[in-house]
């Protein structure tokens, strides 16, 4: 994999890369204000072309003006008297959308433009639409809103600068993934050219080895023609030696010796140039993927330049961009964890504090002008963070990198589990915390263990915001937010959220260099399982979440929006998107009529149809992972049944052999999330 430790700048090309000074409105950077410029150019392109004003035209305010649209021509100067206008009593109302023009069709195209590529960096980033994600966000900030206590020194007014933070955060965030999509894509091709390298020097290895084995059947064939005497290598007939035809058959036999040397030879000189061409397709090989592996390190240089310039308000408004709500004490305590980092990240723009790169705080000896390095055990210096000064205490510096990876993480709170998933929809504990991060710009392995193995160590006495911490046994692994809380994707509650740094946990900082050599492998026994999730004294499998059939609590499943059906959230996750398959289909969404089975529901079931009903306690129902649906899909030879029997592979769901026709007992309606019958 490319490296991502190589710095991102050198100090000199940013012009205040460490302290912003203090009082009034943190100022924009360029890439800031050209996004903002972006969002505002579509969002007028497309008010104009409804007939209605621009969406950040308030009563009384006039709407900005598109660059390059025309000016309406309805109204001459000329025709108003100077001495009856009366600036007070000019009404708020009093300008009518319909009395201005729409853009010039140079603005329009240019925003058309802008908006197409929002949406194909979008899609291309498994991401909803704009008009999608900014419902999304109205909503979260309902639910979980940034703090109106947070607004910014020299902020104006609540809501006059929120909607323009928000076109910032999701203009940001679109960029950054579609960098993410670039670079997982250069991952493929650097997979594939290095599958042709190790192919190159497989044929290399093999016709080296035939040469070898060519070059001694010449020497062998060449020591016997040497250590045979004149008369075998040349016989002549002679009156008192061999017959005739002795003579002959020595002649044929020398001869015979002669053209196999020959061969030999020339097999040797062919397989030497078939070495020669394989030798130079393991070098073209070889620099291909140096070529590629050099592409994707500049994608990941390009998304941590992006990342170096975003402000702390907009970094406040990413961290709540997606967040999902969830069900019980989690949602507080998700809460909490997000206003806890929204408050430091305003700290920080208190302090007229820019977080730098990590570039600039590898050195503790060479920090930005206004920072000191951080000390932690025995006075020594942290590596990787710094020391800024808020009122009259230090405040922790964390790099730029850090303050987007956790930002990016957070706003997906209360996104499910899904086992070997690394977002956009779901996750697990190791994709999570490899996508955070890709999203800062660096490259970390989508396992635990392998995250683990290629991080730099440190001291859990030093543990900073952003470190990803390890479980006892390494099966686990989320990122630190301070407070002793960890952020993570759980296979005990099937969600991302706050949970307890474990006992006898490891650490590593993304941001330092990699370790010369690999960490040595995590031992130790845990309290959990993989990716957190629960071991349970009677040995229950964990992957099931640790809890009895038909004992799973309801905050932990996930509801399918259709009369209160329910299922473990990776299956629903998968449900909710084969639903959407089949209404594309049919018009309709799936029918189902049952799911999770609670135990006193099986206990029910099974007395009113022993002969259909599972024994109570056993049902793959009671492990919110089976689902009974109607419409047609529960009679044989139907489109819905044909469409089920299809597609449903795609989405995990299967047909179990005992359902299926001539099985023990055929239900054409039961289909189940995996195998597990």
């Known amino acids: 994999m490319p490296s991502s430790r190589a710095p991102v700048r050198p100090a000199a090309s940013r012009s205040r890369p460490g302290v912003r000074p203090t009082g009034g409105s943190p100022a924009l950077s360029a890439s800031e204000a050209q996004a903002l410029r972006e969002a505002l150019a579509v969002r007028q392109a497309l008010a104009a072309r409804q007939g209605g004003t621009s969406p950040q035209a308030g009563p009384g305010r006039p709407a900005a003006r598109t660059p390059g649209a025309r000016k309406p021509a309805a109204r001459k100067p000329a025709t108003r008297k100077p001495a009856t206008r009366k600036p007070a009593a000019r009404k708020p109302a009093a300008r009518k959308p319909a009395t201005r023009k729409p853009a010039s069709r140079k603005a329009l195209r240019e925003a058309a433009a802008l908006a197409r590529a929002a949406r194909r960096a979008e899609k291309a980033a498994g991401r909803p639409r704009w008009s999608t994600r900014l419902g999304a966000v109205a909503l979260s900030t309902l639910l979980l809103p940034v ?180 069900a019980g004490d989690q949602q507080s305590r998700n809460e909490q964890a997000m206003r806890r980092w929204q408050t430091y990240v305003h700290q920080l723009a208190v302090a007229g504090i820019t977080p730098p790169p990590a570039a600039q705080l590898a050195d503790p000896e060479h920090l930005p002008s206004g920072l000191s390095a951080a000390l932690g055990t025995a006075r020594k210096p942290i590596p990787g963070v710094a020391w800024g000064v808020l009122g009259s205490r230090p405040i922790t510096v964390l790099p730029a990198e850090t303050v987007a990876a956790v930002s990016n993480a957070l706003s997906q709170l209360g996104k499910p589990y899904a086992a070997g998933t690394a977002g956009p929809k779901t996750y697990d504990c190791g994709g999570f915390t490899s996508a955070a991060w890709l999203l800062a710009g660096y490259a970390v392995p989508a396992t635990p263990q392998s995250q683990w193995a290629a991080g730099a160590a440190v001291p859990m006495a030093d543990l900073q915001i952003g470190d990803l911490v390890f ?153 919110g992972l089976a689902v009974d649906l109607c419409d047609g899909i529960n009679s044989l030879g139907t489109p819905q049944a044909n469409w089920m029997a299809a597609n449903a592979g795609r989405f995990g769901f299967v047909h179990p052999d005992w359902a299926a026709p001539g099985g023990e007992k055929p239900e054409p309606w039961h289909w189940e999330y995996g195998y597990l019958s």
């Open 147 to 326: 703090l109106t206590s947070l607004a910014l020194p020299g902020s104006d007014t609540p809501g006059s600068r929120s909607h323009d933070l928000t076109a910032l955060a999701l203009t940001a965030r679109s960029s950054l993934l579609h960098q993410a999509d670039r670079y997982h894509r250069l991952e493929q091709v650097i997979a594939e050219r290095r599958a042709e390298l190790q192919r190159a020097r497989a044929t290399e290895r093999a016709v080296a080895a035939q040469v070898a084995a060519r070059q001694a059947v010449v020497g062998v064939s060449a020591a016997e023609l040497y250590r045979a005497g004149a008369a075998d290598r040349y016989p002549v007939p002679s009156l008192a030696g061999p017959s005739a035809g002795d003579v002959l058959l020595r002649a044929a036999a020398t001869d015979r010796a002669h053209r196999s040397l020959q061969a030999a030879i020339g097999n040797a000189a062919h397989t030497s140039a078939a070495l020669a061409a394989a030798t130079e397709k393991v070098g073209a090989a070889s620099s291909a993927v140096d070529s590629v592996a050099k592409r994707a390190d500049a994608v990941l240089a390009e998304t941590r330049a992006t990342v170096a310039d975003l402000s702390p308000a907009v970094a406040i408004r990413l961290s709540a961009l997606g967040t999902t709500l969830v």
């Open 471 to 623: 479980s006892p046994g390494g099966h686990d692994v989320g990122i630190y937010l301070g407070n002793g809380d960890v952020l993570g994707a759980s296979a005990g509650t099937y969600r991302v959220g706050i949970q307890n740094v474990a006992a006898g946990s490891s650490a590593v900082r993304v941001t330092l260099p990699a370790p010369a050599e690999p960490n040595a492998a995590l031992t130790g026994v845990g309290r959990t399982g993989t990716c957190g999730a629960a071991v349970p004294a009677g040995g229950n499998n964990p992957a099931w979440g640790g809890w009895r059939n038909g004992e799973i609590p309801g905050g932990v499943l996930c509801a399918l929006g259709v009369a209160g059906h329910k299922l473990r959230c990776d299956a629903a996750a998968s449900y909710q998107e084969m639903s959407k398959a089949y209404a594309h289909t049919f018009g309709r969404p799936l029918c189902i009529t049952d799911s999770y089975r609670s135990y006193a529901a099986q206990v029910e079931a099974f007395r009113t149809k022993p002969d259909l009903a599972a024994v109570p306690g056993t049902s793959v129902h009671g492990w």
